[in-house]
């Protein structure tokens, strides 16, 4: 019981502090988006299939917004949930 409990509570805090760490190294720092990286890529990619700009509310301007402000106290405890399951598993 307790192993499963322990389990579970290092899966919660692995999924939640894994997000900003996969973010930031594919180039989504709080400083913006990393020149060179695979977020530059999607983002130029995202630019030229909407004419120019990258559109509100898409994949890489969310992630963007994550990167740049981290994720919402909802998120983190969806994701510590999510995590703890697996962990528990």
């Keep these: 019981m307790w192993r499963q409990a322990a389990f579970a509570a290092v899966g919660g805090a692995v999924a939640v502090g894994a ?10 720092t709080g ?7 695979i977020a530059a890529k999607m983002m130029s990619a995202a630019a030229i299939a909407n004419g120019g700009g990258v559109a509100a509310g898409s ?12 994720l919402s106290t909802s998120s983190n405890i ?9 962990g528990a598993w």
């Design 78 to 86: 969806l994701l510590g949930s999510i995590g703890s399951a697996f």
């Design 31 to 37: 400083a913006g988006i990393a020149a060179s990286s």
């Design 59 to 70: 994949l890489v301007a969310t992630l963007q917004s994550v990167g740049a402000a981290g």
């Design 19 to 28: 997000v900003p760490v996969a973010l930031g190294a594919v180039g989504f």
